[in-house]
T-cell receptor, first 113, second 111 residues
Framework: DADVTQTPRNRITKTGKRIMLECSQTKGHDRMYWYRQDPGLGLRLIYYSFDVKDINKGEISDGYSVSRQAQAKFSLSLESAIPNQTALYFC????????????FGSGTRLTVV | QKEVEQNSGPLSVPEGAIASLNCTYSDRGSQSFFWYRQYSGKSPELIMSIYSNGDKEDGRFTAQLNKASQYVSLLIRDSQPSDSATYLCAHETSGTYKYIFGTGTRLKVLA
């Protein structure tokens, strides 16, 4: 099984709908992150969490919310999806201590029509 | 100025050649630097991390860091067609445990 699992893998939704993307990990890492990737813009940080009670906005948090249900679970919600939220979404985790890099999930390709 | 800059490419090299990928960054306080490989439609995969000035070698990969000049590079020796991918440079913004990514350089290794 993958260390960082994202569901769903692909999703098409309509404008205005609420949608949740889920991420769970078996790495035992405390830090979890949500990024979106767009062609030409690279990976941009949406939200991040360093433990269950610590949630922080990234550079592009507008239109998104998150929930850290447990150390291993971090969900991203789009409250009212809009077409420019069409992107590839990645969850990532990292360990404490000196930065050792992220472990990424396999991604969710979201299309808002 | 972008925080992390990479040439988008594509960089084309023949099989067996050395591929050289470069990245510059603006945060002088950054301490940790990373290279990720990303195949089309897949998630980024960490291939190298480097924290100190100089070179770090791992198999066919060598990362080079020059903090004074604010650049980090990745050399891939004996390039193979399977190395064809987009390579993302990233660094940790000073003490924040958040990584800033470049937009990536697309590498094509020609058989």
């Amino acid at each position: 099984d993958a260390d960082v699992t994202q569901t769903p893998r692909n999703r098409i939704t309509k404008t205005g709908k609420r949608i949740m993307l889920e991420c769970s990990q078996t790495k035992g890492h405390d830090r979890m992150y949500w990024y979106r990737q767009d062609p030409g813009l690279g990976l941009r940080l949406i939200y991040y969490s360093f433990d269950v009670k610590d949630i922080n906005k990234g550079e592009i948090s507008d239109g998104y919310s998150v929930s850290r249900q447990a150390q291993a679970k971090f969900s991203l919600s789009l409250e009212s999806a809009i077409p420019n939220q069409t992107a590839l979404y990645f969850c990532a985790t990292s360990d404490l201590g000196q930065a050792r890099g992220y472990t990424f999930g396999s991604g969710t390709r979201l299309t808002v029509v | 100025q972008k925080e992390v800059e990479q040439n988008s490419g594509p960089l084309s090299v023949p099989e067996g050649a050395i591929a050289s990928l470069n990245c510059t960054y603006s945060d002088r306080g950054s301490q940790s630097f990373f290279w990720y490989r990303q195949y089309s439609g897949k998630s980024p995969e960490l291939i190298m991390s480097i924290y100190s000035n100089g070179d770090k070698e791992d198999g066919r990969f060598t990362a080079q860091l020059n903090k004074a000049s604010q650049y980090v590079s990745l050399l891939i020796r004996d390039s193979q067609p399977s190395d064809s991918a987009t390579y993302l440079c990233a660094h940790e913004t000073s003490g924040t445990y958040k990584y800033i990514f470049g937009t990536g350089t697309r590498l094509k290794v020609l058989a």
